[in-house]
Protein backbone atom coordinates (compact mmCIF):
# COMPACT_ATOMS: atom_id res chain seq x y z
CA UNK A 1 0.00 0.00 0.00
CA UNK A 2 1.25 3.78 -0.55
CA UNK A 3 0.95 5.91 2.00
CA UNK A 4 -1.52 7.98 0.98
CA UNK A 5 -3.96 5.15 0.42
CA UNK A 6 -2.55 4.03 4.37
CA UNK A 7 -3.33 7.95 5.34
CA UNK A 8 -7.01 7.65 3.69
CA UNK A 9 -8.01 4.83 5.42
CA UNK A 10 -6.40 5.74 9.15
CA UNK A 11 -10.23 7.50 10.69
CA UNK A 12 -11.51 3.78 9.49
CA UNK A 13 -8.52 2.11 11.31
CA UNK A 14 -9.27 4.01 14.53
CA UNK A 15 -12.87 2.86 14.12
CA UNK A 16 -12.08 -0.19 13.87
CA UNK A 17 -14.25 -0.31 10.75
CA UNK A 18 -11.35 -1.47 8.37
CA UNK A 19 -11.75 -5.03 6.75
CA UNK A 20 -9.39 -8.03 8.15
CA UNK A 21 -7.32 -8.24 4.54
CA UNK A 22 -7.31 -4.68 4.45
CA UNK A 23 -6.29 -3.97 8.40
CA UNK A 24 -3.56 -6.64 7.79
CA UNK A 25 -2.42 -4.86 4.85
CA UNK A 26 -2.37 -1.43 6.62
CA UNK A 27 -0.88 -2.60 9.61
CA UNK A 28 2.02 -4.04 7.27
CA UNK A 29 2.91 -1.06 6.22
CA UNK A 30 2.71 1.20 9.16
CA UNK A 31 4.80 -1.65 10.52
CA UNK A 32 7.81 -0.47 8.37
CA UNK A 33 6.73 3.23 7.63
CA UNK A 34 7.38 5.87 10.56
CA UNK A 35 5.77 8.93 9.00
CA UNK A 36 2.45 6.67 8.66
CA UNK A 37 3.17 5.37 12.67
CA UNK A 38 3.35 9.18 13.06
CA UNK A 39 0.32 10.40 11.19
CA UNK A 40 -1.61 7.40 13.36
CA UNK A 41 -0.46 8.36 16.32
CA UNK A 42 -1.20 11.69 15.72
CA UNK A 43 -4.97 11.42 14.81
CA UNK A 44 -5.11 9.07 17.75
CA UNK A 45 -4.46 11.63 19.96
CA UNK A 46 -7.06 13.74 17.93
CA UNK A 47 -9.59 11.23 19.02
CA UNK A 48 -8.73 10.89 22.69
CA UNK A 49 -8.91 14.57 22.74
CA UNK A 50 -12.37 14.75 21.12
CA UNK A 51 -13.92 11.53 23.67
CA UNK A 52 -12.93 14.10 26.60
CA UNK A 53 -14.78 17.55 25.15
CA UNK A 54 -17.98 17.90 26.83
CA UNK A 55 -20.98 16.65 24.78
CA UNK A 56 -23.87 19.43 23.32
CA UNK A 57 -27.13 18.32 22.26
CA UNK A 58 -27.89 19.37 19.34
CA UNK A 59 -31.64 20.98 19.44
CA UNK A 60 -34.66 19.19 18.09
CA UNK A 61 -34.90 21.26 15.21
CA UNK A 62 -31.50 20.90 13.93
CA UNK A 63 -32.46 19.25 10.94
CA UNK A 64 -35.43 21.74 9.96
CA UNK A 65 -32.87 24.54 10.49
CA UNK A 66 -30.10 23.53 8.04
CA UNK A 67 -32.60 22.59 5.07
CA UNK A 68 -34.23 26.09 5.66
CA UNK A 69 -30.45 27.38 5.30
CA UNK A 70 -29.87 25.19 2.40
CA UNK A 71 -32.93 26.18 0.24
CA UNK A 72 -32.63 29.94 1.26
CA UNK A 73 -28.69 29.49 -0.32
CA UNK A 74 -29.89 27.71 -3.34
CA UNK A 75 -32.34 30.92 -4.15
CA UNK A 76 -29.69 33.81 -3.35
CA UNK A 77 -26.57 31.68 -4.18
CA UNK A 78 -25.15 35.22 -5.20
CA UNK A 79 -25.74 36.98 -2.57
CA UNK A 80 -25.36 34.54 0.06
CA UNK A 81 -22.14 34.60 1.77
CA UNK A 82 -20.33 31.19 1.51
CA UNK A 83 -19.31 28.89 3.56
CA UNK A 84 -15.56 29.33 4.82
CA UNK A 85 -13.45 26.18 4.68
CA UNK A 86 -10.76 25.31 6.98
CA UNK A 87 -7.29 24.04 5.99
CA UNK A 88 -5.30 22.27 9.39
CA UNK A 89 -2.04 21.44 8.78
CA UNK A 90 -1.22 17.87 9.47
CA UNK A 91 -2.84 14.26 9.19
CA UNK A 92 -5.82 15.25 11.41
CA UNK A 93 -6.93 17.50 8.73
CA UNK A 94 -10.47 15.55 8.48
CA UNK A 95 -10.88 14.78 11.90
CA UNK A 96 -10.06 17.82 13.30
CA UNK A 97 -12.59 19.56 10.28
CA UNK A 98 -15.18 17.89 10.86
CA UNK A 99 -14.81 18.20 14.52
CA UNK A 100 -14.82 22.27 14.33
CA UNK A 101 -18.06 22.02 11.74
CA UNK A 102 -19.91 20.38 13.82
CA UNK A 103 -19.18 19.95 17.45
CA UNK A 104 -18.72 23.11 18.97
CA UNK A 105 -21.36 25.97 19.23
CA UNK A 106 -19.93 29.14 19.33
CA UNK A 107 -20.91 32.74 20.74
CA UNK A 108 -22.81 34.49 17.71
CA UNK A 109 -24.17 32.59 14.48
CA UNK A 110 -22.40 29.16 15.35
CA UNK A 111 -19.44 28.19 13.46
CA UNK A 112 -18.76 29.62 10.09
CA UNK A 113 -20.73 27.19 8.12
CA UNK A 114 -24.08 29.96 9.62
CA UNK A 115 -26.25 27.17 10.90
CA UNK A 116 -24.76 26.22 14.45
CA UNK A 117 -26.17 24.44 17.03
CA UNK A 118 -25.91 28.10 19.59
CA UNK A 119 -28.35 31.42 18.68
CA UNK A 120 -31.09 31.79 16.82
CA UNK A 121 -32.08 31.13 13.24
CA UNK A 122 -31.53 34.31 10.94
CA UNK A 123 -32.61 35.28 7.58
CA UNK A 124 -29.78 34.46 4.73
CA UNK A 125 -29.05 37.97 4.01
CA UNK A 126 -28.89 39.63 7.35
CA UNK A 127 -25.99 41.89 7.96
CA UNK A 128 -23.84 40.03 10.97
CA UNK A 129 -23.91 41.83 14.05
CA UNK A 130 -20.99 43.35 15.86
CA UNK A 131 -19.10 41.00 18.15
CA UNK A 132 -16.33 41.39 20.30
CA UNK A 133 -13.31 41.11 18.17
CA UNK A 134 -10.04 39.25 19.07
CA UNK A 135 -8.41 36.32 20.40
CA UNK A 136 -9.79 34.51 23.31
CA UNK A 137 -8.21 31.57 25.53
CA UNK A 138 -11.48 29.47 27.58
CA UNK A 139 -11.26 26.55 29.34
CA UNK A 140 -14.21 24.25 29.07
CA UNK A 141 -14.99 21.53 31.70
CA UNK A 142 -15.15 17.82 31.24
CA UNK A 143 -18.05 15.90 33.79
CA UNK A 144 -14.91 14.81 35.15
CA UNK A 145 -13.76 18.15 36.40
CA UNK A 146 -10.99 18.66 33.98
CA UNK A 147 -10.35 22.14 32.23
CA UNK A 148 -9.22 22.21 28.21
CA UNK A 149 -8.30 24.52 26.97
CA UNK A 150 -9.92 26.19 23.57
CA UNK A 151 -8.99 28.99 21.44
CA UNK A 152 -11.55 31.66 19.89
CA UNK A 153 -11.31 33.99 17.54
CA UNK A 154 -13.79 36.16 15.86
CA UNK A 155 -13.97 39.52 13.66
CA UNK A 156 -15.89 41.94 11.99
CA UNK A 157 -14.78 41.70 8.90
CA UNK A 158 -12.98 38.78 6.46
CA UNK A 159 -9.14 38.50 8.07
CA UNK A 160 -6.91 35.94 7.24
CA UNK A 161 -5.58 34.06 10.42
CA UNK A 162 -2.48 31.62 11.39
CA UNK A 163 -1.97 29.88 14.18
CA UNK A 164 1.22 28.19 14.99
CA UNK A 165 2.81 26.46 17.89
CA UNK A 166 6.60 27.59 18.63
CA UNK A 167 8.85 24.68 19.83
CA UNK A 168 11.80 25.26 21.44
CA UNK A 169 11.93 28.80 20.86
CA UNK A 170 9.58 31.70 19.83
CA UNK A 171 11.29 31.35 16.24
CA UNK A 172 11.20 27.84 15.65
CA UNK A 173 7.23 27.21 14.74
CA UNK A 174 5.16 24.70 13.51
CA UNK A 175 1.74 24.98 11.82
CA UNK A 176 -1.22 24.22 13.93
CA UNK A 177 -4.23 26.28 11.98
CA UNK A 178 -5.21 28.56 8.80
CA UNK A 179 -8.17 29.95 7.52
CA UNK A 180 -10.25 32.64 7.21
CA UNK A 181 -11.87 34.64 9.71
CA UNK A 182 -15.67 35.54 8.22
CA UNK A 183 -17.75 38.26 10.23
CA UNK A 184 -19.35 38.03 12.91
CA UNK A 185 -18.74 34.03 13.16
CA UNK A 186 -16.18 32.29 16.01
CA UNK A 187 -13.43 29.79 15.00
CA UNK A 188 -12.91 27.76 17.87
CA UNK A 189 -9.78 25.55 17.89
CA UNK A 190 -8.95 22.82 20.49
CA UNK A 191 -5.84 22.74 22.55
CA UNK A 192 -5.96 19.93 24.12
CA UNK A 193 -4.57 17.51 21.59
CA UNK A 194 -1.33 20.15 21.57
CA UNK A 195 -0.83 19.80 25.29
CA UNK A 196 -0.51 16.20 25.08
CA UNK A 197 1.97 15.86 22.42
CA UNK A 198 4.03 18.29 24.04
CA UNK A 199 4.20 17.07 27.48
CA UNK A 200 4.37 21.06 28.52
CA UNK A 201 2.56 22.75 30.92
CA UNK A 202 2.48 25.83 29.27
CA UNK A 203 2.33 25.55 25.68
CA UNK A 204 3.47 29.06 23.56
CA UNK A 205 1.42 30.08 20.02
CA UNK A 206 1.63 32.67 17.44
CA UNK A 207 -1.61 34.09 16.57
CA UNK A 208 -1.26 36.21 13.38
CA UNK A 209 -3.95 38.30 11.63
CA UNK A 210 -3.30 39.40 8.16
CA UNK A 211 0.95 39.90 9.87
CA UNK A 212 0.28 41.40 13.21
CA UNK A 213 1.28 38.66 15.66
CA UNK A 214 0.79 38.30 19.08
CA UNK A 215 2.27 35.32 21.38
CA UNK A 216 -0.08 33.22 24.01
CA UNK A 217 1.42 31.55 26.80
CA UNK A 218 -1.78 29.02 27.14
CA UNK A 219 -1.54 26.88 30.36
CA UNK A 220 -2.39 23.00 30.73
CA UNK A 221 -5.76 24.07 32.58
CA UNK A 222 -4.87 22.86 36.41
CA UNK A 223 -6.61 24.78 39.04
CA UNK A 224 -5.19 28.38 38.40
CA UNK A 225 -3.41 29.78 41.47
CA UNK A 226 -4.66 32.78 43.45
CA UNK A 227 -1.04 34.02 44.74
CA UNK A 228 2.46 32.91 44.40
CA UNK A 229 6.35 33.29 45.35
CA UNK A 230 8.27 34.24 42.37
CA UNK A 231 12.23 35.33 42.10
CA UNK A 232 13.22 35.23 38.51
CA UNK A 233 15.33 37.12 36.00
CA UNK A 234 14.42 36.84 32.48
CA UNK A 235 13.99 37.70 29.16
CA UNK A 236 9.55 39.54 29.29
CA UNK A 237 8.97 36.52 27.11
CA UNK A 238 10.28 33.88 29.20
CA UNK A 239 9.32 35.46 32.38
CA UNK A 240 5.63 35.71 30.75
CA UNK A 241 5.93 31.88 30.43
CA UNK A 242 6.95 31.09 33.63
CA UNK A 243 3.92 33.50 35.03
CA UNK A 244 1.58 31.55 33.62
CA UNK A 245 2.54 28.16 34.25
CA UNK A 246 2.39 29.04 37.58
CA UNK A 247 -1.01 30.65 38.11
CA UNK A 248 -2.36 28.35 35.26
CA UNK A 249 -3.29 31.83 34.05
CA UNK A 250 -3.20 32.59 29.96
CA UNK A 251 -0.98 35.61 29.26
CA UNK A 252 -1.34 37.13 25.54
CA UNK A 253 1.71 39.12 24.59
CA UNK A 254 2.12 41.80 22.16
CA UNK A 255 5.35 42.56 20.86
CA UNK A 256 6.40 46.37 19.71
CA UNK A 257 9.71 45.59 18.87
CA UNK A 258 11.91 45.26 21.85
CA UNK A 259 12.11 42.77 24.71
CA UNK A 260 13.33 43.71 27.83
CA UNK A 261 15.36 41.79 30.78
CA UNK A 262 12.93 42.04 33.79
CA UNK A 263 13.71 41.20 37.54
CA UNK A 264 10.69 39.94 39.47
CA UNK A 265 10.88 39.25 43.54
CA UNK A 266 7.20 38.78 45.01
CA UNK A 267 6.26 36.51 47.77
CA UNK A 268 2.56 35.77 47.91
CA UNK A 269 1.46 37.93 45.16
CA UNK A 270 -1.70 37.52 43.11
CA UNK A 271 -0.68 37.65 39.80
CA UNK A 272 -1.93 41.03 38.45
CA UNK A 273 0.22 42.79 41.49
CA UNK A 274 3.50 40.11 39.98
CA UNK A 275 2.70 41.31 36.41
CA UNK A 276 2.39 45.26 37.33
CA UNK A 277 5.78 45.08 39.17
CA UNK A 278 7.49 42.69 36.44
CA UNK A 279 6.27 45.78 33.53
CA UNK A 280 7.84 48.73 36.15
CA UNK A 281 9.97 50.72 33.89
CA UNK A 282 9.46 48.87 30.48
CA UNK A 283 7.57 50.33 27.41
CA UNK A 284 4.61 47.49 28.41
CA UNK A 285 0.90 48.12 29.95
CA UNK A 286 -1.33 45.30 31.46
CA UNK A 287 -4.71 44.97 30.37
CA UNK A 288 -7.37 42.56 31.72
CA UNK A 289 -8.75 40.20 28.28
CA UNK A 290 -11.22 37.59 29.15
CA UNK A 291 -9.78 35.14 30.99
CA UNK A 292 -6.17 36.35 29.85
CA UNK A 293 -4.05 39.18 30.87
CA UNK A 294 -2.65 41.14 27.60
CA UNK A 295 1.01 42.57 27.98
CA UNK A 296 0.84 44.81 25.17
CA UNK A 297 3.06 48.50 23.65
CA UNK A 298 2.30 51.65 24.80
Not at 74 to 89: C, I, M, N
Request: charge should be positive; include cysteine; glycine fraction near 8%.
Amino acid sequence: MRCEQVRNLLNEYIEGSVSGAMRDRLEAHLEGCVECRRELQLMQAIWRGLSAMPEIEPPADLHARIMTHVRANARTREAQQRVAFWRWAGAAAVAAGLFLLGFFAAQSDGVQAAFGFGGKSKPALETPQPVLAGVFIEYRATEEGVRLPVLEARMNRAATAELRHALSSLNETKLVWRGTLQPGKTVEIPLQTLLQNSSERVLTLWWSVEGQRRVLFVPAGYPPAKIASIRLQAKLSDALRQLASVYQTPIEWVPNGEEPLVVLDVQDAPLEDALRQLLVGSNYTLTRHGAAWRVAGR
